[in-house]
């Protein structure tokens, strides 16, 4: 599958978003299958896995996700424009790790998501 990949995580919320923030996960290889002979993402549990993601990091702050809109990519420019939705320190630390990952193993991909509170 080529990078980027975007997969977005609707919510009931209505209304403008409250705040937001970013998170960064590495993508594991269970979430992908070979069809055909091609490499395809298994799109409903990765897409599972990252809702309940999204919502428990929510929670985690004492917020309600609004939505959220994962990236799954190989690409170091997009962690870095993706992953830095604010510059705080947790964020920046995030992004560093993720793209040490990259480098450390070439051809992986991370998922950066943005989310966003109601």
Known sequence: ?????????????????AGYDSSIISVPPGWYATVGGERAL??????RFLRHLSEQQAADLGERLHHAVWTITGDKAEVRTL?????????????????ACLAAHPGSE?????LWWA
Not at 42 to 47: E, I, R, T, V, W
Not at 89 to 98: K, N
């Open 1 to 17: 599958m080529a990078s980027p990949l975007k997969l977005s995580i609707i919510t009931k919320a209505t209304g403008e978003p």
């Open 42 to 47: 298994l799109a409903q549990s990765a897409g």
């Open 110 to 114: 991370v998922a950066v998501g943005q």
């Open 83 to 99: 992953g830095l939705m604010h510059d705080c320190p947790t964020c920046r630390a995030g992004v560093d790790q993720a793209l």
